[in-house]
């Protein structure tokens, strides 16, 4: 189980206003269309549950994930490019899966682009499936690339996982 810290100390803890220059940050160097400031400003002011991966007093991965009607919807897991490698992005998702399984969620859904093949092998090693495809979902530089939308029923996840 990871604990929830606050600023400073070493693990996830709950996004807060003062993280947003980090956050984008590595948004930025990680997207061509990157989200933006007001973006991320909303979803911290909507309620959705907004979490931050901090060492040594500098923010390493952030996730954003919406809940409602019984569902949850991962909105962004990212990584800056330097700690890769590490499992954040799979201690998040976890955490964002257990988050999910405490607001009694059924079903969690994700859009990953195929291309992103590191994001659908970790989705799929948590139990994600395919579900679909959104046509012309993400904005690339050769025009708009189809995304993947993942699924899972976290009534097969297992609760004791982080």
Known sequence: MVAVLKPGDNGLRPMLEVDLNAVLAIEEASYEFPWTRG???????????????????????????SIGGGEAHVLTVVVQKESRGRDLGRQMMKHLLLTARKHKVET??????????????LYES??????????????????REDALVMGLDLQHYPSDTE
């Open 108 to 121: 969690v859904l994700l859009e990953v682009r195929p291309s992103n093949t590191v994001a659908v092998n």
């Open 126 to 143: 948590l139990g994600f499936s395919e579900i679909g495809i959104r046509k012309g979902y993400y904005p690339d530089k050769k025009g």
């Open 39 to 65: 973006i991320f400003y909303d979803c911290l002011h909507v309620g959705y549950n907004c979490w931050v991966y901090e060492e040594n007093g500098r923010v390493l991965a952030y996730g954003v994930m």
